[in-house]
């Protein structure tokens, strides 16, 4: 059943893809920092305001995901900021991350060797995003 | 949490170490190979080394973006420059997801970039299926070893 883009119950089906994810899991062995999602607000896209995904994540596990304020997600240890309509590019496979991230369409705070090191991660992590079945506010 | 060094694309700044040729219209790119670089050498002392040695110009070219740049490396000083300049030693063409790759390569005996363990046989093999071209590696073999060394995250 279709949640909410970036709802409680999204963050919560979110965070079950990743622990069902064997290979998030393999991936992220080593990973031990808190990632936070700025979502910008695109008031004609029926996103009105910003919001940010606040995600706890150690060795492979996602121990917490919680939709919370951009300012929240902006205090992680690594940070990306991108607009409502690139993260739903990402969430429906029409944007790579990685991609995004050296095209600047997704912006990048945090160690960048780290980032780097853990790119099977991310991407696996992006693959688990596309899982949630969404409802999207700019749509119908 | 474990807080990691800073490191920032959104704020890229100039340090002594690398210059944004293009400065405040460096590509996001270009910020990211300059950033990785600069990471990797103040925080390696090995790397360091490699980067103090080193004077080339290498080319780095990502297929499935359409971009490239231009690292001018000069005895302890990197100019990056947007898109392929002039006189490059080396250039690099390889898609996003293998330009990460080439990053995870691990260095192994005598500084020797490691081909033979999973992550390197994937380059490799990438290489054999035209995925990773390299051209001006006759000649340059020592300055794509270094090169390898500088990009590479691999631990």
Known sequence: MPVAAFSPEWAQAFKDEINRSPAYRDAAKGWKWSVGLVVEAEPDRNFPQGAGVIMDLLEGEARDIRVGTPAEAQACDFVITGTYTRWKEVATKQLDATRGMLQGKLKL????????????????????????PVTWPDEG | MHHPGAGDLAGRGVSALVEYADGDDASAFAQMLGGLIEANVTSRAEKLRDFNRLRARVGVYVTD??????????HGHLVVRNGLGAGRD???????DTVMQLSNVRIGFAGMPNYLDAN??????????????????FGNLTTLNQVTRLFSVAE
């Open chain 2, 65 to 74: 973006i359409g971009e490239g740049v231009t690292l001018e490396f000069d």
């Open chain 1, 109 to 132: 705070k945090g160690d960048l060797p780290t980032v780097v090191r853990f790119t099977k991660a991310s991407q696996e992590m992006t693959e688990c995003t596309t899982r949630v």
């Open chain 2, 90 to 96: 080396v250039t690099i063409r390889a898609d996003s």
């Open chain 2, 120 to 137: 390197g046989r994937q380059v490799m093999g990438r290489m054999f299926k035209g995925q990773l071209k390299i051209e001006g590696i």
